[in-house]
């Protein structure tokens, strides 16, 4: 059944203190002692809104605050009606598209929720699932989850959601580029018709918006910039580098004064594991995250960095959306995406809550088509400079400029829905449905999302 789609203008919800905004005490005094003092933007316009059980679409950036915005509300409905889940089941589900950020969303929950008598369950990939199952035993508040786990979970009888009356999808756009968008669908079908349904992404592309057009009942738009768009906060360097030298000039930034901590992007596993080799030879203490990683492996990885115990992470973009960590002086793009828009999550990964900080990208002649879809996107020429290491020392030649007669790399431009059984591990899985009178009844694989 088609719900209707007719977007308002938020209301003016000028608050600047969270005590206007109809929070609980228990929530007040969660906020007041993790260290917050008034709300953002989009937490001002979105928990009276979802107080008051309207349906919300929200176009956010990541850094904004939004996590907190969705889980507030929802704490509030659950502390407020003390009714137990019934087993197997949840009163509100949270999806995203990756492992990371449903972890992180999870300790935001029990953060807020330290006052409360709140229970929550991360349903996610990467993990067995048989703690899984028997965290859904006797049934939760809450679940996270990403779409590909608990779609098997469904399956299999672990998971019911047809009493769940508050669900959220965060990062839309994400969910989307991952291939996601056919078991959105089908698990939003799922769910009971009596609802309130809250869809945030950093987007809204046609496909984003179809779904808020057939999902959601007369929502509320919130659409906040950032009160400093992180994209002016951040000092962007382009090095023009030969490929051959990219290994040693990576170490020479990783070596100055002024790095702190850094996040050294790939495009690809394999080229991430080779940097981290490469730089552990070196006497650097680095560490991967990628697809190929166990979520223990992931998870420890994150742990030690937000820790300080690692102030070098190499990633894949599986942690350019959804990742907050504080502190991030550096972002290097040791490979440049062939994906415009991911190197724009990529750099918002610092200059995070107000902060400045420092994106350096590294391009070889290999990668100067990509280098100009990137400036095509933020309408911005990027200042470039040719840099050399010659010795010990770093010859920078300024004002350099690109080839114009670069050609692209071989193959597909973009080609982010490409989803197949046998990435597994990288949370792949098949979006064909199961014929018809057929029961979906599937093996869970630890890679699932």
Sequence with gaps: ???????????DYSLTQFEDLGLGDNLLKAIKTEGYDSPTPIQARTIPAMIEGRDIVGIAQTGTGKTAAFVLPILQKIDAKHVRPA?????????????????????SIRAYGQFMHVTV???????????????????????????????DHIANDVIRIDQCTQV??????????????????????KLPAAR????????????????????????????????????????QKIYLVDQGQKRRLLMKILDGQDMNRAIVFTRTKHGANKVVQVLEKEGFTAAAIHGNKSQNQRQKT????????????IATDIAARGIDIDDVSHVINFELPNVAESYVHRIGRTARAGKSGIAISLCDTTEQA????????????????????????????????????????????????????????????S???ARSGQKARRKISRGRR
């Design 370 to 429: 990509y280098l100009r879809d990137i400036e095509k996107l933020i309408s911005q020429s990027l200042t470039k400079e040719k840099v050399s290491v010659e010795g010990d020392e770093l010859v920078f030649t300024p004002n350099a400029q690109l080839n114009p007669n670069a050609a692209r790399p071989p193959g597909p431009k973009r080609n982010p829905r490409r989803h197949s059984r046998s990435g597994s591990r990288s949370g792949g899985r």
């Design 87 to 107: 087993q197997n089941s949840c009163k509100a589900l949270i999806m995203a598209p990756t492992r990371e950020l449903a972890a992180q969303i999870a300790d």
């Design 121 to 151: 369950a991360v349903i996610v990939g990467g993990v067995k699932p048989k703690p899984q199952i028997r965290a859904m035993a006797r049934g939760v508040d809450i679940i996270v989850a990403t779409p590909g786990r608990l779609e």
């Design 168 to 189: 959220v999808l965060d990062e839309a756009d994400q969910m989307m580029d991952l291939g996601f968008m056919p078991a959105i669908r089908r698990l939003m079908g």
């Design 431 to 433: 979006n064909t449905p």
């Design 302 to 313: 994150l742990n030690a960095f937000r820790a300080g115990d690692l102030n070098i992470l």
């Design 1 to 11: 059944m088609r719900r209707r789609l007719c977007v308002h203008i938020q209301k």
């Design 196 to 235: 309130q349904t809250i869809l945030l992404s950093a987007t809204m592309p046609r496909q984003i918006r179809a779904l808020a057009s057939d999902f959601l009942d007369d929502p509320v738009e919130v659409r906040v910039a950032p009160q400093s768009r992180p994209i002016e906060l951040i000092a």
